[in-house]
């Protein structure tokens, strides 16, 4: 199971306030998938452009098909511009 | 594939720039210096209200004007749905883009553009600029941070409701959203802490500075094509945001990058592209625009002004148990100022427990703030800078020592969520407290003031193309723009990858028909991703040298090794053949299966956290609040420095930028909502007498994700120098400055009180 | 609107040209000369981007009227090479990575060599002050000031 962080403000506005999940996922993509079936509405917030991922550490800026491990750390988090 | 173990011939050597001798003739050719035949120039009416509604906008005596070739308004520019859209490197809102380039029914600073002409010449364009008539309805307004989230502060936008609060609002405001992050409990570290600093701070807004301005020249050709040459962070940025705004397609529109005078993230923006492609369009002629250094402050950049409160406690052992911040980010006329960054980054050096921050992004009757130098960082470090300082003196402790002992380190959670992979903040620590500068006596009126900073870095999309030429020679394209020297260390890694003479790579920053797409020149990006599509589409030119090989030599492709620019046999086995070199090799491509050319495109993973630590001694003369600058020191840790000339430079800027912040640097706002400072002369830039030397230390902790360990640069050296700076100023006074900038008047104001 | 007629001797040369009463130098030089290399900041002599020697004196030519220069010895950034060779200025100025986005350069390097045939063993503190004029917001002057001093040391040497 990956451990899962979502913002506060995502948790608020689809999860009763919770933010962080045990979720069962191979990669990004069926991440967001199971995310939004436990949150309908949810998978596609998270695919919008101004979230960015951390996989154990790791930023990516548009995920997809990114791996996820057994007991992987995901944080959604604000996208990152750069100057 | 790595290089760590390889002897490195050309990274990590100061070469020349390919571009060098271009720039210090005077031939390199920048965003106002194209001159097309038929010309016209091209100027924009700008706004002298902070606030109101255009009743009506009436262009007939100035269309009247002979020498007039073509006037727009906002009623020229497409209606933009107001919703985030895709766009290069981030969500934009084209609405409200496009109202900022052109304003539509309502002006919300002084400076907004209002209507354009195209004309024959400067002053037939400026006659007609004071021909049109605007008549305006006057609006109250607000300029002020903390102002405007106040119930009773005239509203900008009835559209805006504040996001992020529970529950949701009626009422439209000027808070366009609240963010909080972090984990734990601050209360409860606090409860523990034997001391607990609390304060507030501000910053004020403070412009990017590049020297040259804004420059475009568009060319909207009869076969319906958009030809622009402009200097910009980003050729595809502006190709994307000039087809958005004006309804048209990708591929319609062509982008030249002229070279480009300084950017730090205020050219990651449009301003007059599209404006002067509707001029072009309607006048049948090529249209320049050139921006004069007032429209640049009244209209472009700068960064948020800031009102901030941060907390923290620690007990007596120095170790810290709460921490929280809050911020409040002026974003300008329309959203999007970078508090979100300014949240993430703000407590980013320290190991923490219970961490809180906040942030509110906050709309004001100013310019749209644009991008600048890690962009939100530096303030938020300034305010928890500030703090960890006023904590170390409380405590009796060093500070640097007093960071060494909070110090992040690979595998602490930052406290935006995750954990922080390999990074070299520690080093940085150590390496300033080894450094000589740091125990250097001080005299009276002396202080000497350190600061960290932090940095993401990122990586995003690059393409780039490697091509060999029948002599062996080598032509690089990029698709970014090379603002500080860019091309150098590129072509320093494909010369390094291929095993050719640095000399015999050429390298083009090529325009957008011309090589595939890559994000703007910013985030620290381009040594580190566009580095890496260059390093890979280099070994894939390497690849093929290898299989030529093997078919010159009928071998397998095993069998040849790639070494010094010659392709040898890999071991005796392989067979006894005099070594090919690159030369020998592209001079029979023909017969070996055609051109040898490299590519790649790539969405480049794993860039590497940035840190700095910084030390800055100041001395105040106490009658005239003068700030005098005695030494800096900059520390960094860059991963691998691929031309530490460069790298030093940035550091060095990066530096002189963030004591401009601190010292002088600030927009001046009149009662009447107008900009009282738009020139080099009142907004008061650091120039060469206001400075010393600046002592640099490039520490290479190297980030296991690029082939040779580059984390990127250019953005960590502007946080830590507001801190750095005030926490001097503070000690020499014997008085906590917590508002910059520190200009005579407020020290002298701060030693009087 | 008459336009003057100027002859002016730029970079050695004599050229002729009409121009505006309202057009600066810098105008002049850019548009009707197409000596691109000075470099326009500010317009208000805050900058130094367009730093040229008018008649031996280093100058704003922002500041400049065209219409004024008739029988003025102008030199350029153009006019600083001579033929293949660089002046030393510009070639340590390579050497040592002082220009990142090279826009404030061509200012800098007139201004420098302005100040080394005056003065050619200037203390750090007065190139600084020589060069107060001239901004730059990349380099942060460390590299620039290193520069000159290298330089005019060697050329004293030399
Ligand atoms: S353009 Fe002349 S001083 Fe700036
Ligand atoms: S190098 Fe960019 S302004 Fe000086």
Redesign the pocket.
């Known amino acids: 199971m990956a451990q899962v962080v979502l913002s506060n403000e995502l948790g608020r506005q689809f999860a009763g306030g919770q933010t962080h999940f045990d979720v069962d996922a191979v990669n990004v993509r069926k991440l967001i998938g199971a995310l939004d079936e436990m949150f309908p509405g949810l998978g596609a917030e998270l695919q919008s452009d101004g979230i960015a991922i951390a996989i154990d550490g790791e930023i990516f800026s548009d995920p997809f098909l990114e791996a996820i491990a057994d007991n992987s750390e995901v944080y959604f988090l604000p996208a990152i511009k750069g100057g | 594939m790595g290089y760590e173990d390889k002897e490195l011939k050309w990274v990590g050597t100061r070469q020349i720039r390919p571009d060098g001798v271009d720039k210090v003739t005077g031939r390199a050719n920048f965003g106002a210096d194209l001159n097309l035949p038929g010309m016209l120039t091209g100027k924009i009416l700008r706004s002298p209200h902070p606030h109101a509604k255009i009743v009506s906008i009436n262009t007939d005596k100035a269309a009247a004007l002979p020498g007039v070739k073509a006037i727009v308004t906002g009623a020229d520019m497409p209606e933009m749905p107001s919703e985030m859209a895709q766009a290069g490197e981030g969500a934009v809102n084209f609405r409200y883009l496009s109202n900022n380039i052109m304003a539509h029914d309502k002006v919300l600073y002084d400076g907004h553009p209002v209507a354009a002409v195209a004309a024959i010449s400067d002053a037939v364009a400026n006659e007609a600029l004071s021909l049109i008539e605007v008549e305006y309805e006057v609006l109250p307004h607000v300029i002020d941070v903390e102002e405007s989230m106040k119930p009773d502060a005239p509203v900008l936008h009835d559209t805006i409701f504040t996001a992020g609060v529970e529950p949701k609002p009626e009422k439209p405001s000027n808070v366009v959203m609240r963010v909080q992050m972090g984990f734990g409990d601050p209360d409860a570290g606090y409860e523990k802490s034997d001391v607990v600093i609390e304060r507030n701070y501000t910053t004020q807004p403070v412009h990017q500075g590049?020297?040259e301005p804004h420059a475009a020249v568009v060319e909207w050709t009869e076969n319906d094509e958009c030809r622009i040459w402009c200097s910009s962070q980003g050729q595809f940025m502006v190709r994307t945001f000039t087809a958005k705004l004006l309804d048209l397609e990708l591929a319609q529109v062509r982008v030249t990058p002229a070279e480009i005078?300084?950017g730090f993230g205020g050219k990651t923006t449009i301003y007059l592209e599209p404006v002067a492609a509707l001029l072009s369009r309607k006048s049948h002629r090529p249209v320049r625009m050139v921006m004069s250094r007032d429209e640049v402050f009244r209209a472009t950049g700068p960064t948020s002004g800031t009102a901030m409160r941060v907390k923290i406690g620690a007990t007596r052992d120095g170790k810290i148990q709460g921490a929280e911040a809050e911020l409040k980010y002026q974003a300008g006329a329309y959203p999007g100022s970078p508090v979100a960054p300014g949240c993430m980054t703000a407590f980013a050096p320290y190991a923490l427990e219970n961490v809180k921050t906040v942030g509110y992004d906050v709309v004001v009757n100013r310019p749209l703030s644009a991008s600048y130098r890690a962009p939100g960082a530096p303030m938020a470090s300034f305010a928890v800078e500030s703090a960890i300082d006023e904590l170390a003196q409380e405590l009796g402790m060093d500070p640097i020592d007093l960071r060494l002992k909070n110090a992040a380190k690979e595998g602490t959670q930052a406290p935006y969520g995750p954990k922080f992979k390999s990074i070299g903040y520690i080093e940085t620590l150590e390496a300033a407290k080894a450094h000589p500068n740091y125990n250097i006596p001080l005299g009276p009126n002396q202080g000497r003031g350190v600061a960290s900073g932090f940095w993401f870095n990122i990586g995003m999309q690059s393409s780039a193309t490697v091509n060999v030429a029948e002599d062996g020679t080598v032509c690089v394209i990029s698709g970014n723009p090379d603002i500080g020297g860019s091309r150098a260390s590129l072509a320093m890694m494909a010369a390094e990858v291929l095993g050719v003479d640095y000399n015999k790579v050429k390298i083009i920053v090529g325009d957008t028909a011309s090589i595939g797409y890559n994000d703007v020149t910013g985030g620290s990006r381009v040594t580190f991703a566009t580095g890496m599509a260059i390093i890979q589409a280099a070994e894939d030119v390497v690849q093929q040298l290898r299989e030529r090989a093997a078919m010159t030599w009928d071998i397998g492709v095993d069998a040849v090794v790639w070494e010094d620019g010659f392709a040898r046999p890999a071991s005796a086995n392989a067979g006894d053949f005099k070594p090919l070199s690159l030369a020998d090799i592209a001079a029979k491509a023909g017969r070996t299966g055609g051109p040898i050319n490299g590519k790649a495109a790539i969405n480049a993973r794993g860039a590497g956290a940035g840190f700095g630590t910084h030390i800055c001694d100041v001395e105040v003369d106490p009658d005239t609040g003068h700030v005098t600058v005695l030494r800096y020191t900059a520390v960094q840790d860059a991963g691998k420095a691929i031309h530490p000339g460069y790298v030093e430079g940035q550091m060095q800027g990066g530096v002189a930028q963030g004591v401009g912040w601190a010292l002088n640097e600030e927009y001046i706002y009149g009662e009447d909502g107008r900009l009282q400072n738009p020139g080099f002369l009142d907004y008061r830039m650091p120039v060469a007498s206001d400075l010393p030397m600046i002592d640099t230390v490039i520490v290479e902790v190297p980030n296991p994700a690029h082939p040779f360990g580059v984390r990127g640069v250019g953005e960590v050296p502007i946080v830590p120098p507001l801190g750095a700076t005030a926490n001097a100023v503070s000690h020499a006074i014997g008085k906590r400055m917590t508002d910059l900038p520190l200009s005579p008047p407020a020290i002298v104001s701060a030693l009087d009180s | 609107m008459a336009k003057f007629h100027v002859t002016a001797t730029v970079n050695g040369e004599e050229v002729e040209y009409l121009c505006d009463p309202q057009q600066t130098m810098l105008d002049v030089l850019r548009d009707e000369l197409n000596l691109t290399g000075t470099k326009e900041g500010c317009s208000s002599g805050d900058c130094g981007a367009c730093s040229v020697i008018l008649d031996g004196r280093l100058v704003c030519s922002c500041l400049a009227l065209g219409a004024e220069l008739d029988g003025a010895k102008i030199e350029t950034i153009e006019g600083m090479a001579e033929g293949d060779e660089l002046h030393p200025l510009q070639q340590k100025f390579l050497e040592e990575a002082a220009?990142?986005?090279?826009?404030?350069?061509p200012g800098f390097l007139v201004a420098a060599k302005n100040l080394l045939e005056r003065n050619p063993d200037p203390t750090e503190t007065e190139v600084r002050y020589w060069l107060a004029g001239n901004?730059?917001?990349?380099?942060g002057y460390d590299k620039i000031i290193r520069s000159v001093l290298d330089v005019a040391a060697e050329m004293r040497g030399s």
């Open positions: 590049y020297i005078g300084g | 220009l990142q986005c090279g826009f404030c350069t901004l730059c917001r990349c380099t």
